[in-house]
């Protein structure tokens, strides 16, 4: 990739994040719809506290950038090129929001200094990017998998947002739920996300690590459990434990549930004359600062069936590389 290349595209993406925090692409939500100049104007005016940059400032940026294109002398709307950032603004948060700060602490890191650069990333903004990278990409498929096998009780192992709790339970009012994440952002927006539902009575939602918690619940959940899940988290399990020991602490911990859904990033295969897709290497880079390994579909599938699973079924998530992995117990 050419250093301009780079460069230009780093400063665009900040630029997306920033669209997106002021509510921006939201004017945008009909991808083909075109407003005026002036409204726009006022738009930006009314929330100008949240907007380092004044409304023409963002329109000839914007122009720059190709995120907007004029129709004519007075009007704005998506180009092609803003309308893929629409679709696409979760990868924005995630990276820049999220691992931002962490990236550059990394890089920059002194020995004298107190803090980690693991402090430095922002879950909050992590879980927010991967819940809309979910329900843009994924929650078709989940949806799709709840209908299916409709559990009554189900484990999510790095609940994130704790959004699939959330839509577990409000698809079936049968349903019990139970969420896990060791970032204490996470744990407290996936908390507000179950009181602001009302679903305080059938949604439980714990700190910490996913398999030592996970021993604990699966001991008092008092009914049997039909699916432990564990979306773009179980390569962090697999780092700690082992990929075959975190399977088996898995069917272990949780009574022999009946399925376990994984979807996960997997290793890519790098070609170096290919372009590169969206996420992957942000996915990628990340865990490499971190020490954290990825793994191939065919270690997921080796772990599992060796704890006494097996595979029935695979479904591609929409996001380069990733995966839903559904297996059955006993």
Same mark, same amino acid.
């Given at each position: 990739?050419?250093?301009?290349?780079?460069?230009?595209?780093?400063?665009?993406?900040?630029?997306?994040?920033?669209?997106?925090?002021?509510?921006?692409?939201?004017?945008?939500?009909?991808?083909?719809?075109?407003?005026?100049?002036?409204?726009?104007?006022?738009?930006?005016?009314?929330?100008?506290?949240?907007?380092?940059?004044?409304?023409?400032?963002?329109?000839?940026?914007?122009?720059?950038?190709?995120?907007?294109?004029?129709?004519?002398?007075?009007?704005?709307?998506?180009?092609?090129?803003?309308?893929?950032?629409?679709?696409?603004?979760?990868?924005?948060?995630?990276?820049?929001?999220?691992?931002?700060?962490?990236?550059?602490?990394?890089?920059?890191?002194?020995?004298?200094?107190?803090?980690?650069?693991?402090?430095?990333?922002?879950?909050?903004?992590?879980?927010?990017?991967?819940?809309?990278?979910?329900?843009?990409?994924?929650?078709?498929?989940?949806?799709?998998?709840? /209908?299916?096998?409709?559990?009554?009780?189900?484990? +999510?192992?790095?609940?994130?947002? %704790? !959004? #699939? =709790? &959330?839509?577990?339970?409000?698809?079936?009012?049968?349903?019990?739920?139970?969420?896990?994440?060791?970032?204490?952002?996470?744990?407290?927006?996936?908390?507000?996300?179950?009181?602001?539902?009302?679903?305080?009575?059938?949604?439980?939602?714990?700190?910490?690590?996913?398999?030592?918690?996970?021993?604990?619940?699966?001991?008092?959940?008092?009914?049997?459990?039909?699916?432990?899940?564990?979306?773009?988290?179980?390569?962090?399990?697999?780092?700690?434990?082992?990929?075959?020991?975190?399977?088996?602490?898995?069917?272990?911990?949780?009574?022999?549930?009946?399925?376990?859904?994984?979807?996960?990033?997997?290793?890519?295969?790098?070609?170096?004359?290919?372009?590169?897709?969206?996420?992957?290497?942000?996915?990628?880079?990340?865990?490499?600062?971190?020490?954290? /390994?990825?793994?191939?579909?065919?270690?997921?599938? +080796?772990?599992?069936?060796?704890? %006494? !699973? #097996? =595979? &029935?079924?695979?479904?591609?998530?929409?996001?380069?590389?990733?995966?839903?992995?559904?297996?059955?117990?006993?």
């Amino acid at each position: 990739m050419r250093p301009e290349a780079a460069f230009n595209g780093y400063v665009v993406t900040n630029f997306c994040l920033l669209l997106h925090e002021a509510q921006i692409f939201d004017l945008f939500s009909n991808k083909e719809k075109t407003i005026s100049e002036a409204g726009f104007v006022r738009f930006v005016e009314s929330k100008n506290r949240k907007i380092p940059l004044q409304a023409n400032e963002l329109i000839d940026f914007g122009v720059r950038f190709s995120i907007f294109e004029r129709p004519d002398r007075a009007s704005l709307r998506l180009s092609d090129n803003g309308i893929s950032w629409l679709d696409n603004r979760a990868f924005a948060v995630w990276m820049i929001g999220g691992y931002g700060a962490y990236l550059r602490k990394t890089i920059m890191h002194s020995q004298n200094d107190d803090a980690t650069p693991q402090d430095s990333i922002n879950g909050e903004y992590v879980a927010i990017g991967s819940q809309m990278a979910n329900r843009a990409f994924m929650n078709d498929v989940f949806l799709d998998l709840l /209908d299916e096998y409709r559990p009554k009780c189900l484990v +999510d192992l790095g609940c994130g947002s %704790g !959004a #699939r =709790l &959330v839509t577990a339970c409000e698809n079936d009012s049968r349903c019990f739920a139970y969420g896990i994440d060791i970032n204490r952002d996470a744990v407290k927006l996936a908390g507000t996300a179950v009181r602001s539902h009302d679903l305080d009575d059938r949604v439980e939602i714990l700190h910490g690590d996913a398999l030592e918690r996970g021993s604990e619940l699966g001991q008092r959940i008092d009914r049997p459990i039909d699916v432990v899940m564990s979306f773009m988290s179980m390569h962090d399990i697999f780092n700690l434990y082992g990929p075959r020991e975190s399977a088996r602490r898995i069917l272990s911990n949780f009574n022999e549930p009946r399925y376990v859904w994984v979807a996960d990033t997997v290793k890519s295969d790098t070609d170096g004359g290919q372009p590169l897709p969206i996420f992957t290497s942000g996915f990628e880079l990340v865990h490499a600062f971190q020490k954290i /390994d990825l793994f191939s579909r065919e270690t997921y599938i +080796d772990a599992f069936e060796s704890a %006494g !699973a #097996r =595979l &029935v079924q695979q479904r591609y998530l929409n996001v380069p590389n990733t995966y839903a992995m559904i297996f059955k117990t006993g």
